[in-house]
Antibody, heavy 114, light 110 residues
Framework: EVQLVESGGGLVQPGGSLRLHCEVS????????MSWVRQTPGKGLEWVANIRQDGGEIYYVDSVKGRFTISRDNAKNSVYLQMNHLRAEDTAVYFC???????WGQGTMVTVSS | QSVLTQPPSVSAAPGQKVTISCSGRTSNLGINPVSWYQHVPGTAPKLLIYENSERPSGIPDRFSGSKSGTSATLGITGLQTGDEADYYCGSWDSSLSVYVFGTGTEVTVL
C-alpha cells in the first residue's frame, strides 16, 4: 500500500523556520519526482516545489524562492521542505505528493502567527 | 494567482451530469497534459484524470476528461452525493517552469 506521511507542521512566529518531513512507503521512492503542495485557508491548491528523482532538478513557485528549500534522501524514502523567513501568507496545510499528485499524504498544518 | 481559470461552482441533481471547464494558455494546456483532482477539505486530494483523459485504477468511468487547444473539460455523469467536493485542473507551465492548479470548482449535488 502506498503511503505518504507528513510531519513537522506547527505554530511558528513570522520570520521563523520549520522543516517539514514526508516519509513514504509502498513504492520505489527513488523512481519518482516528489512535490509539496499547499492549501491556504479558504483558498485553493497551490503547488510549492518539486524535486527530481536524483535531486538534480528542482523548481519552486515564485512566492517561496529564496526562503524554502526542497530536498530528499532516497536512502530514507523521505522528502523535506525547509521553510525559512516564514510569513503569515505561508499559513496552510502542506501536502506531500508523488509526482504532482498521483498519490498524496494527509497533510500537515503550518500556522504562521504572532 | 492561478493561470488556469475554472468556474467557481457547478451544481446538479443526483444522477445528472456536470461539466467543469479549465481555461489556460499556450504555455500550459496548449503544450502540456492536464490532470484533474478531487479534494474534500480536510482530506488528501485524489487524482481523477491524468494525461488529459486517462483514469487511474479505481476511478469510475463516470469521470471523464478531454482537452482541446488551451482548454480542458472534466465531466461527471451519474452525479452522487459523494461527489460533492472541490475539483481542480492542473498542468505544467513551460514558460514559468511551475506547476499550476486551476482556481477550483465546488460541485454541489442538489
Amino acid at each position: 500500500e502506498v503511503q505518504l506521511v507528513e510531519s513537522g507542521g506547527g505554530l511558528v512566529q513570522p520570520g521563523g523556520s520549520l522543516r517539514l518531513h514526508c516519509e513514504v512507503s509502498g513504492f520505489i521512492f527513488s523512481d519518482y519526482w516528489m512535490s509539496w503542495v499547499r492549501q491556504t485557508p479558504g483558498k485553493g491548491l497551490e503547488w510549492v516545489a518539486n524535486i527530481r528523482q536524483d535531486g538534480g532538478e528542482i523548481y519552486y513557485v515564485d512566492s517561496v524562492k529564496g526562503r524554502f528549500t526542497i530536498s530528499r534522501d532516497n536512502a530514507k524514502n523521505s522528502v523535506y521542505l525547509q521553510m525559512n523567513h516564514l510569513r503569515a501568507e505561508d499559513t496552510a496545510v502542506y501536502f506531500c505528493a508523488r509526482k504532482v499528485g498521483d498519490m498524496w499524504g494527509q497533510g500537515t498544518m503550518v500556522t504562521v502567527s504572532s | 494567482q492561478s493561470v488556469l481559470t475554472q468556474p467557481p461552482s457547478v451544481s446538479a441533481a443526483p444522477g445528472q451530469k456536470v461539466t467543469i471547464s479549465c481555461s489556460g494558455r499556450t504555455s500550459n494546456l496548449g503544450i502540456n497534459p492536464v490532470s484533474w483532482y478531487q479534494h474534500v477539505p480536510g482530506t488528501a486530494p485524489k487524482l481523477l484524470i491524468y494525461e488529459n483523459s486517462e483514469r487511474p485504477s479505481g476511478i469510475p468511468d463516470r469521470f471523464s476528461g478531454s482537452k482541446s487547444g488551451t482548454s480542458a473539460t472534466l465531466g461527471i455523469t451519474g452525479l452522487q452525493t459523494g461527489d460533492e467536493a472541490d475539483y481542480y485542473c492542473g498542468s505544467w507551465d513551460s514558460s514559468l517552469s511551475v506547476y499550476v492548479f486551476g482556481t477550483g470548482t465546488e460541485v454541489t449535488v442538489l
